[in-house]
């Protein structure tokens, strides 16, 4: 058969293949928008806690991955990636999909750790876009049974007497036990050692062991050891007595006013995230919060759950407040309600402290390493004594921007008004 014989036998062959490829891509085009319109979410959501498991953050994220798991009847999975003071975790969501899939839940370290690590390889502000705050954790300042001070003031005069031979361990550098223990140093002159840890169970482990004579530990880390009589609690750094420990009493009243530390934890999604997405994630992150069964879980391992929406008009996720620097105080400046934001920016001084003693160079992964910080000159206006609440910082805002435009609108008139006649 001729060649030319055999092409034209082919050719209806091939037209007919050509035409079924091209049905196919046809109805895999029509089909894109359904897929896009699955209801989301269509796939397990991955909530990323940078810390071990067992701590207050994780305690935390699993408490609310474990509720939208069945308000949306999909799995939320909580993804511990640990390393380098929650450094390892935030770049890991930080390079993810923008898909709403993928969920950081950070705590008070990653507003503090762009002063003390400025290299990092994502920028907290830029890269994130925040969904929710949700829970405060009190501080608790325990120590080893073989620590003679059995309150702050016997506390403070042992370290006097002896300089620098006592050390308080820490969930890790620039988290909200650090900066604590640094807040405390300052303002009671004492020389108290620091010795970060990869977490706070670690830093326990340790203390347990007699390696470190004390911790300002979060009060859901702490709290069972002294009620088993393993450790002994000497005072909580919140302003008020916590509801679970009422027979301790706080820093402030045991001879440092003013003295007050929490720690947080919050939820954020990689910028570029859908809008409707980030709105859904908010929305439902607060209904999980705002569980009567989810606040109880919390409140009984001392946790007070903080439900907080971001705020459309935001702009930035680290406020510069007038009590503290802006990396001290958490992210919620883009959130309705920013009282936490206050009353953490305590930490202010002390996380002065805290840049100056663990640059970029530090290593907070080595537990047994001390770090001495020695306390530095702060700007006038800075003293934890003087700050007060959120509730007050709010209304001294609204008063003084009252009384410029009463000032204004003063001016004004003066201006419009004729000159009185000369006598």
Same mark, same amino acid.
């Given at each position: 058969?001729?060649?030319?014989?055999?092409?034209?036998?082919?050719?209806?062959?091939?037209?007919?293949?050509?035409?079924?490829?091209?049905?196919?891509?046809?109805?895999?085009?029509?089909?894109?928008?359904?897929?896009?319109?699955?209801?989301?979410?269509?796939?397990?959501?991955?909530?990323?806690?940078?810390?071990?498991?067992?701590?207050?953050?994780?305690?935390?994220?699993?408490?609310?991955?474990?509720?939208?798991?069945?308000?949306?009847?999909?799995?939320?999975?909580?993804?511990?990636?640990?390393?380098?003071?929650?450094?390892?975790?935030?770049?890991?969501?930080?390079?993810?999909?923008?898909?709403?899939?993928?969920?950081?839940?950070?705590?008070?370290?990653?507003?503090?750790?762009?002063?003390?690590?400025?290299?990092?390889?994502?920028?907290?502000?830029?890269?994130?876009?925040?969904?929710?705050?949700?829970?405060?954790?009190?501080?608790?300042?325990?120590?080893?049974?073989?620590?003679?001070?059995?309150?702050?003031?016997?506390?403070?005069?042992?370290?006097?007497?002896?300089?620098?031979?006592?050390?308080?361990?820490?969930?890790?550098?620039?988290?909200?036990?650090?900066?604590?223990?640094?807040?405390?140093?300052?303002?009671?002159?004492?020389?108290?050692?620091?010795?970060?840890?990869?977490?706070?169970?670690?830093?326990?482990?340790?203390?347990?062991?007699?390696?470190?004579?004390?911790?300002?530990?979060?009060?859901?880390?702490?709290?069972?050891?002294?009620?088993?009589?393993?450790?002994?609690?000497?005072?909580?750094?919140?302003?008020?007595?916590?509801?679970?420990?009422?027979?301790?009493?706080?820093?402030?009243?045991?001879?440092?006013?003013?003295?007050?530390?929490?720690?947080?934890?919050?939820?954020?999604?990689?910028?570029?995230?859908?809008?409707?997405?980030?709105?859904?994630?908010?929305?439902?992150?607060?209904?999980?919060?705002?569980?009567?069964?989810?606040?109880?879980?919390?409140?009984?391992?001392?946790?007070?759950?903080?439900? %907080?929406?971001? !705020?459309?008009? =935001? *702009?930035?996720?680290?406020? /510069?407040? +007038?009590?503290?620097? &802006?990396?001290? $105080?958490?992210?919620?400046?883009?959130?309705?309600?920013?009282?936490?934001?206050?009353?953490?920016?305590?930490?202010?001084?002390?996380?002065?402290?805290?840049?100056?003693?663990?640059?970029?160079?530090?290593?907070?992964?080595?537990?047994?390493?001390?770090?001495?910080?020695?306390?530095?000159?702060?700007?006038?206006?800075?003293? %934890?004594?003087? !700050?007060?609440? =959120? *509730?007050?910082?709010?209304? /001294?805002? +609204?008063?003084?921007? &009252?009384?410029? $435009?009463?000032?204004?609108?003063?001016?004004?008139?003066?201006?419009?008004?004729?000159?009185?006649?000369?006598?």
């Amino acid at each position: 058969m001729k060649k030319q014989d055999i092409e034209t036998q082919r050719g209806p062959l091939f037209t007919r293949r050509l035409c079924l490829a091209g049905g196919a891509a046809a109805a895999a085009t029509l089909a894109l928008p359904t897929l896009a319109q699955q209801p989301y979410p269509s796939r397990p959501v991955r909530f990323v806690v940078p810390f071990p498991a067992g701590g207050p953050v994780d305690t935390t994220g699993r408490a609310v991955a474990q509720k939208l798991t069945e308000l949306w009847g999909q799995q939320a999975i909580v993804d511990n990636r640990a390393g380098a003071g929650g450094i390892v975790g935030a770049e890991n969501v930080a390079r993810s999909p923008a898909d709403g899939y993928n969920v950081l839940v950070c705590s008070i370290h990653h507003s503090v750790l762009p002063s003390l690590r400025p290299k990092l390889a994502y920028d907290i502000e830029r890269d994130f876009v925040p969904l929710s705050f949700g829970a405060m954790f009190p501080v608790v300042l325990v120590a080893h049974p073989s620590v003679p001070a059995r309150n702050v003031a016997e506390l403070i005069a042992l370290d006097k007497k002896s300089p620098g031979k006592l050390s308080f361990g820490s969930a890790g550098n620039g988290g909200g036990t650090h900066l604590a223990g640094e807040l405390f140093n300052m303002q009671a002159g004492t020389k108290l050692l620091h010795v970060p840890y990869k977490g706070s169970a670690p830093a326990m482990t340790d203390l347990l062991g007699g390696q470190v004579q004390l911790m300002f530990a979060d009060a859901p880390t702490a709290i069972p050891q002294i009620k088993g009589g393993k450790v002994r609690a000497i005072a909580v750094a919140s302003a008020r007595r916590s509801v679970l420990l009422p027979d301790v009493p706080t820093v402030a009243e045991s001879g440092l006013p003013g003295y007050e530390a929490y720690s947080w934890a919050a939820f954020m999604a990689p910028a570029g995230t859908p809008k409707d997405i980030v709105q859904r994630l908010s929305a439902d992150i607060g209904r999980a919060l705002s569980d009567p069964q989810v606040k109880q879980r919390l409140f009984e391992v001392a946790r007070r759950p903080r439900p %907080a929406r971001p !705020r459309p008009s =935001a *702009r930035r996720c680290t406020p /510069r407040s +007038r009590s503290g620097p &802006r990396w001290c $105080a958490p992210p919620t400046s883009r959130w309705t309600d920013d009282e936490p934001a206050a009353r953490t920016s305590t930490h202010g001084r002390a996380a002065a402290v805290a840049a100056r003693g663990c640059g970029a160079g530090a290593d907070d992964q080595q537990p047994g390493r001390a770090q001495r910080h020695a306390p530095v000159a702060l700007p006038h206006g800075h003293n %934890a004594a003087a !700050r007060g609440g =959120a *509730r007050q910082d709010r209304s /001294r805002h +609204r008063a003084d921007r &009252r009384g410029r $435009a009463l000032l204004r609108r003063r001016r004004r008139q003066a201006a419009g008004r004729p000159a009185p006649a000369s006598a």
